[in-house]
């Protein structure tokens, strides 16, 4: 267990608590840090923040970046944002935006898969309506019984060169890595073990990231294998990034990983943490 998670989502993305559930639920369960990293949108922050200050634990302002780097979707969080700063609030609208018309493209791809009424579907787990994506659909498709939970859907649906799955621009690198700075936040690359890299790409991302001004990198995270905590504080070192620890808590039952089940950041790490 650790007191510190700097990600979690919740109903005004894809998560499945309200913000103020989610504090709720993060200070039961001893963390004392929590930032709230909803995809593409800040207006969570205000409830959670009033949560966290009766609660007693501390909230730091966040947000998940949707970026598309090198053709491929990555993701870039922001700690100690300002959800006000025009240029950060501007920006993240303009994703959102894009991101109705690829629910619609999603929905006919799977239409063409046979699976039928997947918009519709997806909308009625819709929490915020400026932000579907696809966790939307995919509880749809366990819903329909195309598979047991949402990581299940994900290995049959809606990635790459499966049913479901269409390419999407969003930001780039350093739009994202802008937009943080610009509102005093400091930008972390999310799950970095998650994407489909070779070593020669990894690397480019990581140097591309630092110089786009990035400041840490996912170490923990639920979407790591302990051996992936590892060899992420060793690319964060090899890189001169700081490392950030969070559990990506979308709901029970989602996922590997509750608020604050996290071990602590490899020896060696200097925590994101230790700028705040
Ligand atoms: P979107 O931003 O609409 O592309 O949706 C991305 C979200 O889908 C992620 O934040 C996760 O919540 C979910 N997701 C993506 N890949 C997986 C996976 N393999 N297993 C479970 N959830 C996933
Ligand atoms: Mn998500
Ligand atoms: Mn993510
Ligand atoms: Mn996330």
């Not at 990600?7 to 200070?27: K, N, Y």
């Not at 920006?91 to 009424?117: M, N, P, T, W, Y």
Request: aromatic share 6%; proline share 4%; charged share 20%.
């Amino acid at each position: 267990m650790s007191e510190i998670d700097l990600h979690s989502h919740s109903t005004r993305s894809d998560g499945l608590l309200r913000p103020s559930e989610l504090v709720g639920r993060a200070a039961r369960r001893g963390v004392r840090v929590l930032a709230l990293t909803d995809h593409d949108e800040t207006g969570g922050l205000a409830e959670a923040r009033a949560s966290a200050d009766e609660a007693g634990i501390t909230l730091v302002n966040g947000v998940e970046i949707s970026v598309t780097w090198n053709g491929q979707t990555v993701h870039v969080v922001g700690l100690g944002i300002d959800p006000g700063h025009p240029e950060l609030a501007g920006g993240l609208a303009q994703i959102r935006c894009g991101r109705r018309g690829r629910a619609e493209r999603i929905a006919s791809d799977l239409e063409s898969a046979g699976v039928k009424g997947s918009l519709a579907g997806a909308q009625a787990h819709v929490t915020n309506p400026d932000l579907v994506g696809r966790t939307h659909f995919a509880r749809f498709l366990v819903e329909r019984g195309h598979a047991r939970n949402v990581q299940g859907v994900f290995r049959k649906f809606l990635t790459a060169g499966k049913p479901g799955y269409v390419a999407h621009q969003w930001a780039a690198l350093e739009q994202a890595t802008g937009w943080i700075r610009a509102s005093g936040g400091l930008a972390v690359l999310a799950h970095p073990g998650r994407y489909w890299l070779d070593e020669q790409e990894r690397c480019s991302l990581l140097a591309a990231f630092k110089e786009a001004g990035g400041a840490a990198v996912e170490v923990v995270t639920g979407s790591h294998t302990p051996d992936q905590f590892q060899s992420y504080a060793g690319y964060a070192r090899r890189f001169g990034l700081l490392a950030s620890a969070g559990s990506d808590f979308h709901g029970q039952g989602e996922g590997r990983r509750d608020l604050g089940d996290l071990p602590e950041l490899p020896a060696g790490c200097t925590p994101v943490w230790s700028q705040f």
